[in-house]
Nanobody, 125 residues
Framework: QVQLVESGGGLVQAGGSLRLSCVAS????????MGWFRQPPGKDREFVAA????????YYADSVKGRFTISRDNAKKTVYMQMNNLESEDTAVYYC??????????????????WGQGTQVTVSS
């Protein structure tokens, strides 16, 4: 069983930056990836970014390319998401998840068996 704990959300003005963190309770022995999803008010949870833990290959939703950067620290069992130039449309609860499936599945939330509790990001315009 893997537990994930997010932190780093908050209130920020449009154009500002935040860095989200997600700490895993253990580092799985098998190949895995970590992803960030978000759920805006009244909408479904959507893919934001993901990273293959071993290779470091990254994937992004088109809406955040060039503004968000996902990274990981193996020693700290932590995945980060640096969010720059935030827009009001980025307002959402952000969740990190862990996935064992192939990279082709990284943007599909149903393949993530483990999720954190979420952290609120609010961008004021």
């Amino acid at each position: 069983q893997v537990q994930l704990v997010e932190s780093g959300g908050g209130l920020v003005q449009a154009g500002g930056s935040l860095r989200l963190s997600c700490v895993a309770s253990i580092r799985p022995a098998t190949t895995f990836g970590m992803g960030w999803f978000r759920q805006p008010p009244g909408k479904d949870r959507e893919f934001v970014a993901a990273i293959n833990w071993d290779s470091g290959r990254t994937y992004y939703a088109d809406s955040v390319k060039g503004r968000f950067t996902i990274s990981r620290d193996n020693a700290k069992k932590t995945v980060y998401m640096q969010m720059n130039n935030l827009e009001s449309e980025d307002t959402a609860v952000y969740y990190c998840g862990l996935i064992y499936a192939s990279e082709a599945r990284y943007s599909d939330r149903k393949f993530y068996p483990y999720w954190g509790q979420g952290t609120q990001v609010t961008v004021s315009s």
